[in-house]
């Protein structure tokens, strides 16, 4: 091996030259590496140094992530041989720091070899039957490849099954709360010079070409919005799981035709509705009449059940909610039901807010009712108990006092929490940054439509139908509409019942 290290680490070099390589040397070079390395046989990738020390231990995946990525990969494939003098965790530990540490502009170049990485890692994590132990790897790689996190790719998928399937959801969390902007395959787009240019959009290096990805099925897509829905639900991020499952519902399909995914996604919406804004929500305005209807239709239990909630008596509430049982569990609902039975009173509670600047909590008892029992709370305790929790959970804003022999007294405040000057700056500054971000992407999904020919296609089909005095749905090409994935939807909630 000591003959091989000065040609495997020749590339980048190092230190850095005073003025840095072009686009141009830097493509030249990486790829000469690439081709050198590759000609390698496993066996001499394998040897050790004379000193006896294994070249993982030597070269270092931050700066020389070429040869790096080789010499992992031979040993994955011996381990998967049964290789003697192979160690499974050592090799593990390998591919988890690399995952972590590989360099960005490097990796662009080795699209198939971190694909291969990335599975086996998932692979020996299900395998163990640990596999939480691969969220935070393959979570870091995917930030590292693209720290926008607006390009969706088969590996995002891959994270969250294992996540759901793991019940293990904050490691995902930095991954799933990106808006994705891009997905692999779009057709028509000006090809990147160099794939080095560290300027580029994510979609101009994130391809089906480069092995960084795969090209996603209509119900990939779909899946990664359902089930990063359903990470927010396991974490009561109603925000968050609002905007995912939204995605899902909203996604073009060909002439409005609703898919099983997007009808799951659809029930998980009106519910998560109601604990978010505590009413069912109106469509958004990018949903086609004819999903619409298709929508009502077979979600009209849960329509039911929301419409109850908002303008119904807890009793009733609670009697739809024990009618539907059945309804619920074959759609694995069944805890989300319940998290919005609990917080019936919960809204009731805030909504005093409106009539009342102080109420005592016997008048909260009084006037407010639970749709778990359909009745009022049993004591005054009970009721301070959940204010409390309503109040240390952030869902209410408000104090409570008490005073020696009096009830405890509630006192809502005037507009939601008190930031501090030092607070509010934050605030203006994340939003500045995100109003930043947000530009460039606009900025670039328009050049990006200005080449896509099928969207020009769709334009000219709008003006003739609006000269034609048309007002039907224009849909969007769509694949296959039918679920055909292998993970079982479940019940995210019901474990906390």
Same mark, same amino acid.
């Given at each position: ?337 319940? #998290?919005? %039975?609990?917080?019936?009173? *919960?809204?009731?509670? @805030?909504? /005093? ?5 102080? $109420? ?75 109003? #930043?971000? %947000?530009?460039?992407?606009? *900025?670039?999904?328009? @050049?990006? /439509? ?5 969207? $020009? ?41």
């Amino acid at each position: 091996m000591d003959n091989l290290l000065p040609n495997l680490l020749s590339f980048p070099p190092h230190p850095p030259p005073p003025n840095p390589i072009s686009d141009y040397a830097y493509d030249q070079g990486i790829r000469e590496q690439i081709d050198y390395v590759r000609k390698l046989a496993d066996s001499k990738l394998l040897q050790q140094t004379s000193g006896g020390e294994n070249v993982l231990d030597v070269i270092n995946p931050a700066l020389n992530t070429v040869p790096y990525t080789f010499i992992l990969l031979a040993n994955i494939s011996a381990l998967k041989k049964g290789t003697k003098g192979v160690d499974m965790e050592k090799i593990w530990g390998k591919m988890t720091t690399f995952l972590g540490t590989f360099d960005p502009r490097q990796i662009r170049y080795l699209g198939e070899q971190l694909s291969t990485i990335l599975d086996a890692v998932a692979s020996i994590a299900v395998t163990n039957r640990q596999p939480w132990v691969a969220l935070a790897p393959i979570r870091e790689a995917l930030l590292r490849l693209d720290p926008t996190g607006t390009m969706l790719t088969i590996s995002h998928l891959a994270l969250v099954r294992l996540a759901l399937d793991s019940h293990t959801y904050n490691p995902v969390v930095p991954v799933i709360e990106k808006f994705i902007l891009y997905f692999p395959g779009t057709t028509n787009q000006p090809k990147p010079k160099y794939i080095c240019d560290m300027s580029l959009n994510p979609m101009q290096y994130i391809t089906p070409a480069s092995g960084l990805t795969q090209k996603l099925k209509y119900q990939d897509v779909l899946e990664y919005f359902l089930y990063s829905g359903m990470v927010f639900i396991g974490l009561r991020n109603w925000e968050g799981a609002l905007q995912c499952l939204e995605n899902a519902v909203t996604y073009p399909a060909k002439e409005g035709s609703v898919s099983k995914i997007m009808a799951e996604a659809y029930k998980k919406w009106v519910l998560v509705g109601l604990l978010q804004e505590g009413k069912l929500l109106n469509l958004p305005r990018s949903t086609s009449s004819n999903a619409a209807k298709q929508y009502h239709t077979l979600a009209k239990p849960y329509e039911t059940f929301a419409q109850i909630f908002e303008n119904g008596t807890a009793s009733r509430l609670k009697a739809e909610a024990d009618q539907g049982l059945t309804v619920w569990q074959n759609d694995c609902n069944t805890g989300l039901v319940l #998290h919005v %039975l609990a917080a019936y009173q *919960k809204f009731q509670i @805030r909504n /005093l807010a409106n009539i009342y600047s102080k $109420i005592s909590i016997p008048e909260i008892v009084s006037q407010t009712m639970s749709a778990e029992t359909g009745n009022k709370l049993p004591s005054p305790q009970t009721g301070e108990k959940l204010v409390q929790e309503m109040i240390n959970q952030g869902e209410l804003h408000a104090t409570m006092s008490t005073s020696p022999g009096q009830p405890a007294v509630v006192t809502f405040a005037v507009s939601g929490p008190i930031l501090t000057e030092v607070e509010m700056q934050r605030e203006l500054g994340a939003a500045t940054e995100r109003i #930043h971000a %947000l530009t460039k992407e606009i *900025k670039q999904t328009d @050049r990006m /439509l200005t080449h896509d020919k099928d969207y $020009i296609k769709f334009i000219q089909k709008q003006r003739k139908n609006v000269r034609q005095g048309s007002t039907g749905d224009q849909g969007i090409s769509g694949a296959d509409m039918d679920w055909g994935g292998d993970v079982e939807d479940e019940d995210i909630m019901g474990g906390l019942y």
